[in-house]
């Protein structure tokens, strides 16, 4: 048997360690000690955790649901969980989840073996979608054109400071994680919005809200509880999320919403740091881009005055040329004269004579 330590965002199960169960150990147990011993027997009696997927509808009565699990292996085990478990609205058919808890055996029953082996579990550590209900709803997306739409992309152009919204569970720690990892920046607004629902239509009411005039300039999802965490899962919640115009990033472990995010990190801090990287690249690209500006300026400036010069120098050479052009026109002009003047006095003579 393996330990199992949670690392659940939910409150009621950090740190918790105890003996992993698989279906198939279990009876194992339960075929070596069916004769005379097995109610004696302190691993019976033990809590364990023990995982595996949700493949029977849910009967959901007064003070508990009822339904089936299947190991990986294809073995099957009766579960019921009571109310004050809590996390209700995770069970769903398909789903794999993770159970704490302990066995109870109906001793009446006990010709009829596994079929009345029930693991009560007192904690739903956590609920996943399956990857074939995963492949389905984003197959779905597909068809509907959804998942052709391009990324979004933060921008930090032209602004005295971004403002976030981060959207987490009420009881998580993730928004105040997130703004002491931004405070020692002025650039950052961050805004708060606790979920405070499990119904996907005031999820999408949500995401309309605050979308709505271009407010935000990045909506950050973080720190959801496994109970709320299935919202994030929801196609008309997906499709709000997609239909967004303000850039959308999650950071809530695996999730289907993942696939419709604009950009996903693993966690809180990460998605923080990441943002605080982007801010410094920009910046840096602003000021290289005013560096070269500055430089490309100062070039232009030194080859126009090159230029000016050496058009100033290609003038003087013309006006120097058309002076000594002139100067050489007038002295053959005086030349032409005196040769006129000679040829008129010599005519002159001839005819006195």
């Given at each position: 048997?393996?330990?199992y330590?949670?690392?659940?965002n939910?409150?009621?199960?950090?740190?918790?360690n105890?003996?992993?169960?698989t279906i198939?150990?279990?009876r194992?147990?339960?075929?070596?000690?069916?004769?005379g011993s097995f109610y004696?027997n302190?691993?019976?009696?033990?809590?364990?955790?023990?995982e595996?997927?949700v493949?029977s509808e849910?009967?959901r009565?007064?003070h508990?649901?009822?339904?089936?699990i299947?190991?990986?292996?294809?073995?099957?085990l009766n579960?019921?969980?009571p109310?004050?478990?809590g996390?209700?609205?995770?069970?769903?058919?398909?789903n794999?989840?993770?159970?704490?808890?302990?066995f109870?055996i109906?001793?009446n029953?006990i010709?009829n073996?596994l079929?009345?082996?029930?693991?009560?579990?007192?904690?739903?550590?956590?609920?996943t979608?399956?990857?074939s209900?995963?492949e389905?709803?984003?197959?779905s997306?597909?068809?509907m054109?959804?998942?052709?739409?391009?990324k979004?992309?933060?921008?930090f152009d032209?602004?005295?400071?971004l403002k976030?919204m981060?959207?987490s569970?009420?009881?998580g720690?993730?928004s105040?994680e997130i703004?002491?990892?931004?405070?020692?920046?002025?650039?950052?607004e961050?805004s708060m919005?606790?979920?405070?629902?499990?119904?996907?239509s005031?999820?999408?009411?949500?995401?309309?809200t605050?979308?709505?005039?271009?407010?935000?300039?990045?909506?950050?999802i973080?720190g959801?509880?496994?109970s709320?965490k299935?919202?994030?899962?929801?196609i008309?919640?997906?499709?709000?999320i997609i239909?967004c115009?303000?850039?959308?990033?999650?950071?809530m472990g695996?999730?289907?919403?993942?696939?419709?995010?604009d950009i996903?990190?693993?966690?809180?801090?990460?998605a923080?740091?990441m943002?605080l990287y982007?801010y410094?690249?920009?910046?840096?690209?602003?000021?290289?881009?005013?560096?070269?500006?500055n430089?490309h300026?100062?070039?232009?400036?030194?080859t126009?005055?090159?230029?000016?010069?050496d058009?100033?120098h290609?003038?003087s050479?013309?006006?120097?040329d058309?002076?000594?052009?002139?100067?050489?026109?007038?002295?053959?002009q005086?030349?032409?004269l005196l040769l006129?003047?000679?040829?008129?006095?010599?005519?002159?003579?001839?005819?006195?004579?």
């Amino acid at each position: 048997m393996a330990v199992y330590q949670s690392n659940s965002n939910s409150s009621n199960s950090n740190n918790i360690n105890f003996d992993k169960i698989t279906i198939e150990e279990f009876r194992n147990l339960y075929i070596q000690n069916l004769k005379g011993s097995f109610y004696k027997n302190d691993a019976v009696k033990k809590s364990y955790f023990i995982e595996g997927t949700v493949c029977s509808e849910i009967e959901r009565q007064k003070h508990g649901a009822s339904f089936k699990i299947q190991s990986d292996e294809g073995n099957l085990l009766n579960v019921y969980v009571p109310k004050r478990a809590g996390l209700q609205s995770s069970l769903e058919l398909g789903n794999k989840i993770t159970l704490y808890g302990l066995f109870n055996i109906y001793e009446n029953n006990i010709a009829n073996q596994l079929d009345f082996i029930e693991f009560k579990a007192s904690r739903i550590l956590d609920s996943t979608t399956s990857e074939s209900k995963k492949e389905a709803i984003l197959f779905s997306l597909n068809e509907m054109g959804f998942l052709d739409k391009p990324k979004k992309e933060l921008s930090f152009d032209n602004k005295d400071f971004l403002k976030l919204m981060v959207v987490s569970s009420k009881d998580g720690s993730a928004s105040a994680e997130i703004a002491n990892c931004l405070k020692n920046t002025d650039f950052f607004e961050v805004s708060m919005h606790y979920i405070d629902t499990y119904k996907s239509s005031d999820m999408v009411e949500m995401f309309q809200t605050l979308d709505k005039n271009n407010y935000y300039d990045a909506i950050l999802i973080t720190g959801i509880d496994s109970s709320q965490k299935r919202l994030f899962e929801e196609i008309d919640v997906l499709e709000a999320i997609i239909e967004c115009s303000t850039p959308i990033i999650t950071a809530m472990g695996r999730c289907i919403a993942d696939e419709v995010a604009d950009i996903v990190e693993e966690g809180p801090l990460s998605a923080a740091r990441m943002l605080l990287y982007q801010y410094k690249e920009s910046k840096f690209e602003q000021q290289e881009s005013s560096k070269v500006m500055n430089e490309h300026n100062s070039n232009l400036f030194i080859t126009l005055n090159k230029e000016k010069e050496d058009l100033e120098h290609k003038i003087s050479l013309m006006f120097n040329d058309k002076v000594s052009l002139s100067s050489k026109i007038k002295n053959q002009q005086r030349i032409i004269l005196l040769l006129s003047a000679f040829s008129f006095i010599f005519l002159l003579i001839l005819i006195l004579k």
